[in-house]
């Protein structure tokens, strides 16, 4: 396994001018790869025959007993690996992928399962990489969480057992748990070095975070894809609710165990969950992967869509600075699109890139992947920069005030539906209050994690507040989803049972007059913090601060920074609905990160009314379409 080495910092170099290099994650060299038949140069190549490969399932022994039968839960791991690498005792890392979708509902853009023949060996797989790495000197495990599909036990939705999947079976791949195969014999992985890396999409990038979260040895790497980092923050948001009883839908929908065998379970999390308040407890605290990052030893390759309305980016902001704040390697892709696969909106460069991020993880091959650019940000539609840090360098918070006097030293942002000073809005009245800019003077970028701070009064306990910010003008618009094109392209080797060719897709943009850019929550009651509620008296002025929704966005010159503020719009209001809120405008601002140039933000000449759009809360169900 390879051995991480302290960091460089800072370095300087004096050349006429100073310049500053920054080195956050620099990584020990790999030594020279052994003489292998996959391996030619700084690249693995496809040299192994897939129709051929062996194909197998164990059964991990775990060391939890979710269901309480007296039993350890065990876990089904589904493998294939090259044939010519085992008979040759050469050993092989592992690509996995953990996932409760592969009875449920599938993977991928065309919803691929695992096919199993006769014997109960699996012939078929989802998605491309076995296909692909196979042939190159990879095995790849399909993991099924527990609860699901084949394992036993009980799914927790982002707990221990979940989690436990994945870790039991990185356990076994480096000889520290036990497994047998169907017919009850041992099973002993020495056909591998116990290397892994976990890839996944939504749900399974989450279980990868959460792995990397314990430390388990012989975890190398992960890459999180639309990935939860901290599910209090997916089933919340400072407070606010996404859904009432959002835990146990999800439970339910994955679970493919008898509903008795995890009615201890259920009638545990529910209540620990708290619906009743929000708070952020020991039941979340579980299912927060950002605590642990100092526990991370494995390199981060994050991607994700600054338009995923489903795992918003309060799920990468949080996680990437504790990332940073630890010294992990790290990578991260940002697209403008939504809750979508890089396979389906960049595939060719995503298929070699992954390639050379498991060659250099797993195989120890020496490629410069970890040289390159640390991000790729998606700033036009399928136009890519490329940055050696992220956020963007230069990037510093602008303090926009929604209405404050010059002499603040603070840009200000103008009223428009909506008198200066102090104005009042009642939850469900269908009225809002916006803010704008004037016209941009130049392009301007906003890359971090904006924040809002507003000194407001209720007549009610508590209220819900969304900040939702805009960019109005000749824009284009990036659908949150992607469209399905008639061609394909394949992506590896195929047999009839396994086919590697995959439909084409292609972003689905639009001219439009508005766009939406982030947006955030938060309840009232938790003016004073997410662990605690504190309903207000009625006419108490409190300060509520919040994040908004992490983002990487480009403002263009001419366009106006449009916010708006609703409020008791979101679904659940705690623990009352109908509140009026009153808001101070010289004490309320939203904080941007922005990078370049702060002049483009401030105001000049007058600033016309808003027509902002409504907005539709999604259900449930369309939140759980999504999310696979």
């Known amino acids: 396994m390879r051995a991480r080495s302290p960091r460089t910092g800072v370095v300087a170099f004096l050349l006429g001018t100073l310049i500053i ?8 060299q790999p030594a020279p790869p052994p003489d292998l038949p996959h391996v030619q140069g700084d690249e693995t190549v496809p040299v192994y025959d897939y129709a051929d490969a062996i194909r197998e399932s164990v059964d991990v022994e775990s060391t939890l007993d979710s269901d309480n039968d007296g039993a350890p839960d065990t876990v089904r791991v589904d493998i294939i690996r090259p044939r010519e690498a085992d008979e040759a005792g050469d050993d092989v890392p592992v690509i996995m992928v953990a996932s409760p979708y592969y009875q449920c509902c599938g993977r991928g853009n065309e919803g691929e399962f695992k096919v199993y023949g006769p014997d109960g060996v699996p012939i078929s797989f989802p998605l491309y990489y076995d296909n692909y790495f ?6 790849v495990a399909f993991v099924d969480l527990m609860g699901t599909a084949n394992s036993l036990g009980c799914m927790d939705v982002g707990g221990l057992a979940e989690v436990g999947s994945a870790t039991a079976a990185i356990d076994w791949l480096n000889g520290n748990a036990t497994a047998t195969d169907l017919d009850g014999v041992s099973a002993v992985a020495d056909w591998t070095d116990g290397q892994v890396g976990m890839i996944g999409k939504s749900w399974d990038g989450s279980v990868a975070n959460g792995a990397a979260a314990t430390g388990v040895e012989g975890l190398e790497t992960i890459v999180p894809i639309a990935a939860i980092s901290s599910w209090y923050e997916y089933m919340r948001q400072n407070g606010t609710l996404q859904s009432r009883g959002y835990w146990n839908f999800l439970h ?8 008795s065998a995890c009615a201890d379970l259920r009638a545990e999390a529910i209540p620990a969950a708290d619906d009743a308040t929000g708070n952020y407890n020991d039941f979340w605290a579980e299912r927060d992967y950002v605590k642990d990052a100092d526990q991370v ?4 390759f994050v991607i994700h869509g600054v338009g995923d309305g ?14 940073e704040a630890n010294d992990v390697p790290r990578k991260i892709w940002l697209t403008q699109t939504g809750h979508v696969e890089p396979f389906d909106f960049r595939r060719a460069e995503f298929v070699d890139t992954l390639h050379d991020w498991f060659d250099f993880w797993l195989q120890d091959l020496d490629n410069g992947i970890m040289d390159e650019p640390m991000s790729s940000v998606e700033l036009e539609p399928n136009e890519w920069t490329d940055e050696a840090t992220w956020p963007a360098r230069g990037s510093r918070t602008k303090k926009l005030y929604l209405s404050g006097p010059a002499e603040t030293g603070e840009g200000s942002m103008s009223p428009a539906n909506n008198a200066a000073g102090t104005e009042s809005v009642r939850a469900g009245g269908g009225r809002l209050l916006g803010w704008s800019t004037s016209e941009l003077n130049h392009d301007v970028r906003l890359s971090g994690t904006p924040y809002v701070n507003l000194r407001m009064k209720l007549d009610r306990p508590t209220a819900e507040m969304r900040m939702t910010m805009w960019e109005t003008g000749d824009v284009l618009e ?7 094109l008639g061609t394909e392209s394949c992506w590896g080797a195929s047999t009839a049972d396994d086919d590697a060719c995959y439909l084409d897709t292609a972003l689905d943009v639009d001219p439009s007059d508005e766009r939406l850019l982030t947006f955030g ?7 004073q913090g997410i662990e605690t509620l504190s309903p207000l008296e009625p006419e108490q002025w409190v300060t509520l601060r919040f994040p908004i ?19 008791g719009t979101a679904q659940i209001s705690l623990p009352s609905s109908g509140a009026t809120a009153t808001i101070d405008y010289s004490q309320s601002w939203v904080e941007l990160p922005v990078a370049g140039n702060f002049s483009g933000l401030a105001p000049h000449g007058p600033r016309p009314a808003l027509d902002l759009p409504e907005q539709d809360e999604p259900t449930v169900g369309q939140l759980l379409r999504e999310f696979r």
Do not use: K
């Open 252 to 259: 339910g929908y994955v679970n493919e165990r008898p509903s």
């Open 310 to 323: 489903n795992v918003d980016m309060l799920n990468v902001g949080p996680w990437w600075e504790a990332l």
């Open 297 to 300: 030893d494995a390199s981060v």
């Open 478 to 484: 990036v659908d949150d989803s992607i469209d399905t």
């Open 521 to 527: 929550d938060g309840d009232a009651a938790h003016w």
């Open 21 to 28: 290099a920054l080195a956050p994650s620099a990584v020990a």
């Open 549 to 567: 929704n992490t983002t990487d966005v480009l403002l263009h010159e001419g366009n106006r920074l449009a916010v708006e503020l609703r409020v």
């Open 134 to 139: 196979v042939p190159r000197g990879y095995a």
